[in-house]
T-cell receptor, first 114, second 111 residues
């Protein structure tokens, strides 16, 4: 069964450093998403991406965040200058189409900012 | 601003019992209400979803009840099993893309 994969599973970084979280969506999916979940809290939407551009983003997704689909398979989330409060589980998701289609989530990357 | 409120935070149910998780929302533009199930170390997985044109949707042991006038929806798990032990999130969306999640309910089913 196809699945969304994410690497690394755990990333530890120093405050102020840049990190790139990587995701490989399901191959025939066209819509890609990033969510985050701070420990013990709810899952929060960050951004959706389609046709090589951002389609929606939340207030959390400020200028320190960026997304990219550098090739035909990977989808990345870059955090330019990490803050302590960026520590969270980051989930990538993909769907075959937009608007009310099932989003398939990856297992997540736990980001720890020291 | 909490778009979707979920309760209870945790729930313990005997095997064979009914698990009920409730959610409430404020934004009347929401028109898609999925429930996600998350096991430790895994990402959320879609369990069941409902649109507001129906008041109930059933898939196997899982039922969503939807009350549009009260702006509430709930998940019922019939004949709860130990394998159902997981965290459950309700969510809502008005675009079908950006989901607003509830805070989650940790369900434990005791054998």
């Amino acid at each position: 069964e196809p699945e969304v994969t994410q690497t690394p599973s755990h990333q530890v970084t120093q405050m102020g450093q840049e990190v790139i979280l990587r995701c490989v969506p399901i191959s025939n999916h066209l819509y890609f998403y990033w969510y985050r979940q701070i420990l013990g809290q709810k899952v929060e939407f960050l951004v959706s991406f389609y046709n090589n551009e951002i389609s929606e983003k939340s207030e959390i997704f400020d200028d320190q965040f960026s997304v990219e689909r550098p090739d035909g398979s990977n989808f990345t989330l870059k955090i330019r200058s990490t803050k302590l409060e960026d520590s969270a589980m980051y989930f990538c998701a993909s769907s075959v189409a937009s608007s009310y289609n099932e989003q398939f989530f990856g297992p997540g990357t736990r980001l720890t900012v020291l | 601003q909490q778009q979707v409120k979920q309760s209870p935070q945790s729930l313990i149910v005997q095997k064979g019992g009914i698990s009920i998780i409730n959610c409430a929302y404020e934004n009347t533009a929401f028109d898609y209400f999925p429930w996600y199930q998350q096991f430790p170390g895994k990402g959320p997985a879609l369990l069941i979803a409902i649109r507001p044109d129906v008041s109930e949707k059933k898939e196997g042991r899982f039922t969503i009840s939807f009350n549009k006038s009260a702006k509430q929806f709930s998940l019922h798990i019939m004949d709860s099993q130990p394998g159902d032990s997981a965290t459950y999130f309700c969510a809502a969306s008005d675009t079908g893309n950006q989901f607003y999640f509830g805070t989650g309910t940790s369900l434990t089913v005791i054998p």
